[in-house]
Antibody, heavy 120, light 114 residues
Framework: QVQLVESGGGLVKPGGSLRLSCSVSGFTFSDYYMSWIRQAPGKGLEWISY????????NYADSVKGRFTISRDNAKNSLYLQMNSLRAEDTAVYYC?????????????WGQGTLVTVSS | DIVMTQSPDSLAVSLGERATITCKSSQSVLYSSNNKNYLAWYQQKSGQPPKLLIY???TRESGVPDRFSASGSGTDFTLTISSLQAEDVAVYYC??????????FGQGTKVEIK
């Protein structure tokens, strides 16, 4: 079955960097658009970045633009999020998300999430 | 950016009763060329990632119980749980996918048992 497993979260100081990974299985990764969506503690969902199947289209929310970089390695069935210049407000659970193959703005599968805590 | 606003923020409904959540977008999410509303609904239970319930404003995802229904067009949308079950306790989010990504969610509506 479809599985998405995030890793790489943890505690980091303000201004620091972290790289999240999402390893997927159970589907042909290279066919699907993927995203990172985050959720601050006790708060709602924020779609922060999106990458097309062949990496030709990438988008970022204004809140992370210039600081975060999404990428993927279709040969390794993996999605990444490089996070630099981290701020306290980046503290959140970060979900790896797979779009529906046709309706790309709809997420059909989510990982369990990885917690990123930015604190001194 | 398209802003999604849900109401209420929370509601308590008796088991077996109807629960209704509304979602309003700051601009229309109806695409005139295909007459589709680019609006989805998700359910998030405590400690779990969200789960897709509805897309195209009213199309139930496979496996979603038919007590969940949704309607609306343009800027005003509704999610209805016709007969609330204990397992429906969750936070519900609407999300637009009309604009260029990244897309936006409503703030969420918490549904509890009265």
């Amino acid at each position: 079955q479809v599985q998405l497993v995030e890793s790489g979260g943890g505690l980091v100081k303000p201004g620091g960097s972290l790289r999240l990974s999402c390893s997927v299985s159970g589907f042909t990764f290279s066919d699907y658009y993927m995203s990172w969506i985050r959720q601050a503690p006790g708060k709602g969902l924020e779609w922060i970045s999106y990458i097309s199947s062949s990496s030709e289209t990438i988008n970022y929310a204004d809140s992370v633009k210039g600081r975060f970089t999404i990428s993927r390695d279709n040969a390794k069935n993996s999605l990444y999020l490089q996070m630099n210049s981290l701020r306290a407000e980046d503290t959140a659970v970060y979900y790896c998300a797979r779009s529906q193959i046709v309706v790309r703005g709809v997420v059909t599968n989510w990982g369990q999430g990885t917690l990123v805590t930015v604190s001194s | 950016d398209i802003v999604m606003t849900q109401s209420p923020d929370s509601l308590a409904v008796s088991l077996g009763e109807r629960a209704t959540i509304t979602c309003k977008s700051s601009q229309s999410v109806l695409y005139s060329s295909n007459n589709k509303n680019y609006l989805a609904w998700y359910q998030q239970k405590s400690g779990q990632p969200p789960k897709l319930l509805i897309y195209w404003a009213s199309t139930r995802e496979s496996g979603v119980p038919d007590r969940f229904s949704a309607s609306g067009s343009g800027t005003d949308f509704t999610l209805t749980i016709s007969s609330l079950q204990a397992e429906d306790v969750a936070v519900y989010y609407c999300q637009q996918y009309y604009s260029n990504p990244p897309w936006t969610f409503g703030q969420g509506t918490k549904v509890e048992i009265k």
